[in-house]
């Protein structure tokens, strides 16, 4: 029915009718009813984009054994963000660590653009690689940037202390940590025509061995642990 004087057009919301955790969410878009489930929720029916904003911690994924290994012992992760056009801004990232089993952290030393990114667009995507066994680890989830004088960068601090020592440590604008919404593991197609790890490994230590110049290669005879 027509109200005399009132506008009965309905209006575009973007408005959550539904939060419970591991249920379906169901939103009022143009007027029409909508039900995405949690994991696949669009940024278009949810604001802000981040999920884990709206529920805490508990959408974050853990981390398995096999995948925080494969972090830990990689070092670098190759952060995806999103520039102001839209197009997208991959930067490897050296220091990173693992806060915990849901969150990944890295110090920001040459990465203004990375920062920037996140301040307007969050949600990004890390990778990290392990070039001899071809597996890796994608994770992706809202990050955010702790300034070099908040409180909070005084209690990420010491881990990477303890990894990176002092002096790259005061290099640190600040520290960036990065929620895990999602993760999964890449394996190279390799394994699918039969490939063994063990092989691979062999095969791309010779490769990447073969790349070094002689000068970098240790004497024949020496103690190749040495730093």
């Known amino acids: 029915m027509r109200l005399p004087g009132h506008d009965n057009r309905q209006q575009p919301t973007d408005r959550v009718t539904s939060l419970s955790p591991g249920l379906p969410l169901y939103f009022m878009y143009n007027g ?101 066994s071809r597996k890796g680890v994608r994770c992706k989830g809202p990050a955010r940037f702790i300034r070099h004088d908040d409180d909070e960068f005084d209690k990420l601090l010491p881990p990477f202390r303890i990894e990176w020592g002092d002096d790259l440590c005061s290099l640190f604008h600040g520290i960036v940590v990065i929620d895990i919404e999602s993760a999964s593991n890449m394996v190279s197609p390799a394994y699918d025509i039969g490939s063994k790890e063990p092989d691979l490994r062999q095969r791309w230590l010779k490769y990447f061995s073969n790349l070094q110049p002689e000068s970098s290669k240790p004497a024949r005879g020496s103690d190749e642990n040495t730093i």
């Not at 963000?81 to 990944?104: E, F, Q, W, Y």
């Not at 949600?123 to 392990?130: A, K, L, Q």
């Open 32 to 132: 029409r009813r909508a039900c995405r489930w949690a994991d696949t929720l669009s940024a278009r029916y949810i604001r802000p984009t981040s999920l884990s904003k709206l529920y805490g911690d508990a959408l974050l994924v853990k981390l398995t054994a096999e995948m925080r290994r494969i972090i830990e012992e990689q070092k670098i992760g190759y952060v995806a963000t999103v520039a102001p056009d839209g197009t997208p801004n991959l930067s490897p990232k050296g220091t990173c660590l693992l806060l915990d089993d849901s969150h990944i952290m890295f110090g920001e030393i040459r990465s203004p653009n990375t920062v920037k990114n996140i301040a307007e667009r969050p949600i990004v995507e890390v990778n990290f690689v392990d070039i001899f």
